[in-house]
């Protein structure tokens, strides 16, 4: 039996393990006995010591997480593909894991019924089986690194997850990179840039015979020790220093502190007799422990799918939650977390850039806005962002806004993916609204700032956080400078806008106790954007455009610069400055312990010593609120 | 009232009184108690009078899983045939798949459908056209309730006058914001399928209270002062 769902069902299985191997009369019959499961974020799939369900899961869409109790260490991320579940199945255990969804997830639930006769009669899948489970691996085949915590304490714990990394293959890169001992040193030089590799296998008749890496070229040529007109046979380190392919991450570091080399060459049996098949870097190494941040940067500029970047956001979320957990001060977490975020969005352009059939027809700079534009992105929220290029001639200006469009709806959509949501306003540049050339966008600022109405007074204070993640810088500072012409040009603006930051709910009611949420999904919860952060962000924004400072957009460096400006008010400004710290990390510490924006904050969760440092914030956002009312005299405005 | 009913009852089939008696029972409160019946049609064409269906695909949904043996695509024969639209759909009027009278198709229909909640995007569509293929076979119309999910689409987008609503969105839209693959678009059981998941997504964005309200969310959202 099959239909139309249970056609797709097979198609979609037999792109992984063991479901490949199946012959297709299997494979339809089992899709058909499959049920489709949507779950939504957080919820758990099954619990720990749960007896087993009879049937195990293949992830169709999204990522659950697998953990072990009271623990928040994630010992395995399962994405697209993978499956989970089964062990517990065969085994006819109980479940030893939690697999709680970590995104709105689609599952396809494999009935073990069907599942197990094909099993047992089919060796192949037998075998596929059993490797998986003994090497505790879920899939031996196709191995993706796994992401491990920022700094594992050394309790029992700790040892445990080591123990599972010891069992983990490495990741090596396939992409061989090879020359002869004739080829000249300019050449394999180029061929390495090209390629952008930090070294370079040399070959004889298919064999390894040589290596040269970064190191040579700079100890030997650019000492002038070898000429550059050479080649390679005179400088390369030879004999190679070869290993069996299927070396583990623990062992693949002992094999590079032994010898003390950057790179291993891995063969099909170990030896030098036999071709190469792989290099293996102190770069790949480091990933697959993937607990630094410079490390997570150099996999992220080589990243070349949305598939491997999504991968790495798991890694720097770890991050994150490692560096909050041994309270690094907030300032240099959000600067190198902003960092990594502009990095993958950046890899992102690039990577899209490279699809499209041809380059764009004009210089242009992807901006960020909102949260991302000020740095303040720590988890991922929304995608805030803009396309600004450069005026064209009026015949190609339709032209050059479809590129435009087309790009920016090609970049949405994989940010998307990796896990940027969409704008639910469609702030994005694949929005005709928010795709521009600078003469446009021009006269769309002009009109918010002449006409000030609460949705232009909205609008501008989303776009003018606007920070370049990508391209020409100089359009942004030219746009920048004519912002600043128009405050001047326009004053009331400057009261407007002022006044929209005193348009937020105040946080705490008569008796200094929280306001909550009084209706609809977030019911008796504390709206800790709209209430706290909002009106202190909002605040440094007026402050600062009044000044005309461009290129700052951290709100809490934004207040440090105020307090420069203005020393007479260097007491509020700094207690500002530490407020918007200590708000931006309740926002994110709230969210990594529910998985969400941490927007909304139950206040029972809270412990005494949280709950005054909250309100410890409240007294300055209605000190900077008075100020603003005072210098931009919003009580003059008809309201 | 009743006795009108019951007149007229005398001339139905055992499966119409079948279908009709199992609206006596009520339905669930809470959402996730009740089971959705997700459905598509195929039609010739868009005129009520004269297009036909050509296929009906619909799969239940049941504590937010699908189970695939438990869908139904059903085929219908064709006498009123229309290339233009057969084009799109891929359905030729004798093509292998085995077929079945419009009334046996609705007989298969309404067996599965019970007193369950039907959804579909834009449903009245489908929901007008196997009402005016009962009116062919002498039957009533449909009894079950209905949800949109066109109509529910529109109540998780932000309500902003930034935003520029459209007046209405088509599946293709809602596929595409949810991320969900478009691979058997424009067959009954693959839209069904794709209905069923924005279904879900809309539901859990939403967060209705019970059944009731989720059927007052089709409606525009009242403000109050």
């Known amino acids: 039996m099959k239909n139309t769902i249970s056609e797709r069902v097979a198609d979609f299985l037999k792109k992984y393990p063991p479901f490949n191997i199946l012959a297709e009369h299997q494979l339809q019959k089992l899709a058909y006995e499959v049920t489709i499961i949507h779950k939504e974020n957080n919820s758990i799939v099954f619990a720990e010591k749960e007896a087993p369900h009879n049937y195990f899961y293949v992830v169709h869409k999204g990522a659950v997480a697998l953990t072990k109790k009271g623990s928040q260490h994630i010992l395995d991320i399962c994405d697209e593909g993978d499956i989970f579940g089964l062990r517990p199945l065969m085994a006819h255990e109980k479940y030893k894991l939690q697999a709680t969804v970590r995104e709105e997830t689609i599952l396809y639930a494999i009935p073990i019924e069907e599942f197990k006769p094909i099993a047992l009669e089919n060796h192949q899948v037998g075998d596929f089986l059993i490797e998986s489970f003994a090497s505790n691996t879920r899939n031996p085949y196709s191995i993706k690194h796994r992401g491990k915590l920022y700094g594992v304490s050394n309790d029992g714990e700790g040892t445990a997850e080591n123990k599972l990394l010891d069992l983990q293959p490495v990741r090596y890169s396939t992409n061989l990179v090879t020359c002869t001992e004739e080829t000249q040193i300019k050449v394999l030089a180029n061929a390495m840039s090209l390629n952008s590799v930090g070294c370079i296998l040399v070959t004889k008749n298919g064999l390894p015979i040589g290596i040269i890496t970064d190191k040579d070229l700079r100890n030997k040529v650019a000492t002038g020790m070898v000429p550059i007109t050479k080649n390679a046979k005179a400088i390369m380190s030879t004999p190679v220093i070869t290993y069996p392919k299927e070396l583990t991450i623990t062992q693949a570091q002992m094999a590079l502190m032994k010898s003390r080399i950057s790179h291993l060459c891995l063969t099909e049996d170990g030896t030098t007799d036999t071709p190469a098949v792989g290099i293996l870097s102190k770069h790949d190494v480091m990933v697959a422990l993937g607990n630094n941040p410079s490390v997570l940067m150099r996999a992220i500029k080589r990243a070349t799918d949305s598939k491997r970047l999504r991968t790495i956001r798991h890694s720097i979320i770890n991050l994150l939650q490692g560096y909050l957990e041994q309270n690094i001060p907030m300032g240099l977490v959000s600067k190198i977390i902003s960092e990594l975020n502009d990095a993958t969005i950046k890899q992102v352009i690039q990577v899209c850039i490279g699809q499209m059939e041809t380059p764009p027809p004009a210089k242009f700079t992807w901006l960020a806005m909102g949260s991302q534009g000020r740095g303040e992105q720590l988890l991922t929220t929304d995608q805030d962002n803009a396309i600004l290029y450069e005026d064209v001639p009026e015949d190609k200006k339709e032209e050059t806004q479809s590129y435009f469009l087309a790009l920016g709806n090609r970049i949405s959509v994989e940010l998307n993916h990796i896990g940027f949501e969409y704008c639910p306003a469609e702030m994005m540049a694949s929005n005709p609204l928010w795709c521009h050339s600078l003469q446009e966008w021009k006269e769309v600022t002009s009109h918010w700032m002449g006409n000030p109405g609460p949705d232009e007074v909205l609008l501008s204070s989303i776009f003018f956080d606007f920070n370049v993640t990508y391209g020409e810088k100089a359009l942004a500072d030219e746009l920048s400078l004519h912002i600043f012409e128009n405050a001047k040009k326009y004053p009331q603006f400057l009261t407007h806008l002022a006044s929209g930051a005193l348009q937020n709910p105040s946080p705490s009611g008569f008796f200094r106790d929280f306001l909550v949420e009084q209706d609809g999904a977030h019911k008796d919860f504390f709206d800790l954007k709209l209430r706290a952060l909002m009106p202190i962000i909002d605040a440094a924004r007026v402050l600062i455009l009044s000044h005309s400072i461009k290129s700052i957009n951290n709100t809490a460096e934004r207040y440090e610069k105020l307090a420069e400006l203005e020393p007479k008010n260097q007491e509020l400004y700094t207690a500002c400055s530490f407020a918007s710290k200590a708000l931006l990390k309740f926002r994110t510490k709230q969210g990594l312990l529910h998985n969400d924006s941490g927007r909304f904050i139950a206040l029972d969760q809270l412990n005494k010593e949280e709950k005054i440092k909250l309100k410890r914030t409240f007294k300055t956002i209605k000190e900077i609120q008075e100020l603003i009312q005072v210098r931009f005299q919003v009580k003059n405005l008809l309201r | ?225």
């Open chain 2, 1 to 225: 009232m009743w006795f009108f009913k019951k007149k007229k009852s005398l001339e139905f089939p055992k499966f119409w009184l079948d279908y009709a008696q199992q609206f006596e029972e009520k339905l669930p409160q809470e959402v996730l108690g009740n089971t959705f019946v997700v459905l598509d049609t195929e039609t010739t064409g868009l005129n009520l009078t004269k297009d036909r269906m050509l296929c009906i695909g619909a799969i239940k949904l049941t504590n937010n899983a699908i189970s695939i043996k438990e869908s139904l695509e059903i085929y219908i024969e064709q006498e009123h045939y229309d290339s233009e639209s057969a084009e799109i759909h891929g359905i030729l009027k004798r093509s292998k798949k085995e077929q079945f009278s419009e009334l046996d198709a609705l007989q298969q229909f309404l067996a599965y459908a019970k007193n369950h909640v039907l959804v579909g995007h834009h449903v009245s569509f489908d929901i007008a056209m196997i009402n005016a293929a009962l009116r062919r076979n002498g039957l009533p119309h449909l009894k079950n309730k209905t949800l949109d999910t066109g109509l529910l689409y529109k109540r998780t987008l932000l309500i902003s006058s930034v935003l520029r609503k459209k007046e209405s969105y088509s599946l293709d839209e809602l596929a595409d914001k949810f991320r969900i693959s478009k691979k058997d678009r424009h067959t009954a059981l693959g839209d069904a399928l794709i209905t069923a998941i924005a279904f879900l997504a809309i539901i859990e964005k939403l967060k209705p209270k019970n059944l009731k309200d989720l059927f007052q969310k089709q409606n525009p959202p009242k403000f109050g002062l």
